[in-house]
C-alpha cells in the first residue's frame, strides 16, 4: 500500500465506499419489496447481501486502519480517512435496517403496508443517502447541507404514520401486531434518513473541519 501515491489510495478507498452504498441501498428498497410482496426467497436473498454488506465493512475499515498506519496522513487526508470510516459504519447500520425491516414480513399484510407511504418515504430516505454520499465524493457542502434539511420530511412522515397508528390503534377490532409492526417499519425509514443526515454532518466537517454532529441534540435520535 505504502508504494502506491496517497492520492490514488484514498480515490480507490472511496470508490469501495461508494460502491458499498449502492449494495446498501440496493438491499433496503429490496426489502421494502419483499415485504409488500411477502417474498420470503427475496428475505432469504436480502439476509445473504447483508452477511456480504458486513464483510466489505469490515474489510474497507481495516484498509482505512491500515492506511492510516503506514502513511500517517495528516490535515484533509487524514479528516478524508477518517471521514470514511464514519459513513462505513453508518452503510453497515442502513444495511442491518434491511434485515430489521423484513424481520417484520410475518407480522404484517400487504393490506395493511399498502394503508401506509413507506414506499414514497423509503424513496424520499433513499435519496437523501444518495445526496450524502454524492456530498462526500464532490466534497459539496451545499449538497451535505440540504441532506440535513430533507430530515424534516422524513421526520414528518414518521409523525403521520405514528398519528395514524395511534388512532387505529383505539379500534376495539385493531390489529396491534400489525399496526406496531407498521410503526416500526416507519421508524427504521426514518432511522435510516438519520443516518444520510450523520453521513452529511461528516461531509461537512470533511469540508470545514467543524464537527456539527452533537448540535441540536442530534444523536439522541440515533439510540438504539
Do not use: W
Not at 5 to 31: A, G, T
Not at 122 to 145: C, P, Q, Y
Request: glycine share 2%; hydrophobic share 45%; with cysteine.
Amino acid at each position: 500500500m505504502s508504494e502506491r501515491p496517497v492520492h490514488e489510495l484514498i480515490r480507490e478507498l472511496s470508490q469501495v465506499l461508494v460502491q458499498l452504498s449502492d449494495k446498501v441501498l440496493q438491499n433496503f428498497f429490496h426489502s421494502l419489496h419483499a415485504v409488500k410482496h411477502q417474498d420470503e426467497q427475496g428475505a432469504r436473498q436480502i439476509r445473504a447481501v447483508d452477511d456480504e454488506i458486513d464483510v466489505a465493512e469490515v474489510d474497507l475499515e481495516e484498509r482505512c486502519l491500515a492506511f492510516l498506519a503506514l502513511q500517517q496522513p495528516v490535515a484533509r487526508d487524514l479528516r478524508t480517512i477518517v471521514t470514511i470510516i464514519k459513513i462505513n459504519d453508518d452503510l453497515e447500520r442502513i444495511g442491518d435496517l434491511a434485515v430489521h425491516i423484513i424481520d417484520r414480513m410475518p407480522q404484517i399484510s400487504p393490506l395493511m403496508l399498502d394503508s401506509f407511504e413507506f414506499e414514497n418515504m423509503g424513496v424520499h430516505a433513499g435519496e437523501m443517502v444518495k445526496k450524502s454520499i454524492e456530498a462526500f465524493v464532490t466534497k459539496n457542502r451545499m449538497l451535505a447541507d440540504q441532506v440535513c434539511a430533507l430530515d424534516e420530511e422524513i421526520d414528518v412522515m414518521h409523525r403521520k404514520v405514528f398519528k395514524k397508528v395511534t388512532s387505529l390503534m383505539k379500534s376495539p377490532d385493531s390489529d396491534v401486531d400489525q399496526l406496531i409492526a407498521a410503526l416500526s417499519i416507519s421508524r427504521y425509514i426514518e432511522r435510516m434518513a438519520d443516518h444520510a443526515t450523520r453521513i452529511a454532518h461528516e461531509v461537512i466537517y470533511l469540508v470545514t473541519g467543524e464537527i456539527v454532529r452533537h448540535k441540536d441534540g442530534f444523536y439522541d435520535n440515533l439510540i438504539e
